[in-house]
């Protein structure tokens, strides 16, 4: 059995040896070396090849973000699997932007770590339970509020939502105002307004989001 070949990096020793002898209690991983900072990490990388680079994010002289970013920009391909305390949002974005594979929060280490390790070896990401839970609600509100945002009914009065439709239909300022009543002026206006809350300055985008959100017809 070919086994999983693992470097740890970590600026507390105690850790590491944590690390190690829970990682040695499983047959088919192996340490290959210990890194005390971000730059004898890069340099075991480059020397043992390993195939996983099981990292903490704080340490001297180059943080683990510089050092994944290192790795990166050497064009080494060596998975890496962030071991942290930090849980904040941006910070997981800012780290699986620069290169990393996987998070996983050291609180939840003793039930994840093998699991996240195992996975990564594989070619494929993976992220702390938890923090996957809450990059999902993210998500779902951004694009919730996305969708409020673009929404017609949302965006316009019922009035500018005529003049919209009739002005993607092809009619002319003159024949909305005689459909709706108003004058040709006031229905400049409207157009204006629409096309500023839309930021778009060409009338074949205002078809374009009439088609998209099915008012032609209304």
Avoid: W
């Amino acid at each position: 059995m070919n086994k999983i070949r693992i470097i740890i990096a970590d600026d507390h020793a105690v850790l590491r040896s944590g690390l190690k002898a829970l990682l040695h209690c499983y047959p088919e991983f192996e340490v290959i070396g210990e890194a005390g900072n971000g730059q004898e990490a890069v340099d075991l990388v480059c020397e043992k090849e390993p195939d996983i680079l099981l990292l903490d994010l704080s340490m001297p002289d180059m943080s683990g973000v510089e050092c994944i970013k290192e790795i990166r920009s050497r064009k080494l391909s060596c998975p890496i699997l962030v071991l942290t305390m930090y849980d904040d949002e941006e910070f997981v974005k800012e780290v699986m932007c620069s290169g990393a594979n996987g998070y996983v929060l050291k609180r939840s280490a003793d039930t994840e770590l093998m699991a996240a390790i195992k996975r990564i070896s594989e070619g494929k990401k993976y992220l702390n339970e938890s923090i996957s839970e809450t990059l999902i609600d993210t998500l779902l509100k951004a694009t919730t509020q996305s969708n409020d945002s673009d929404d017609p009914y949302k965006m316009f009065s019922g009035r500018e939502r005529e003049v919209l439709r009739f002005l993607a239909q092809g009619h002319t300022n003159t024949e909305i105002a005689e459909k709706l009543f108003i004058s040709p002026k006031t229905v400049d206006t409207y157009r204006s307004r629409i096309m500023k809350k839309l930021n778009v300055s060409k009338k074949s985008e205002l078809v374009n989001y009439a088609i998209r959100h099915k008012m032609m017809g209304l």
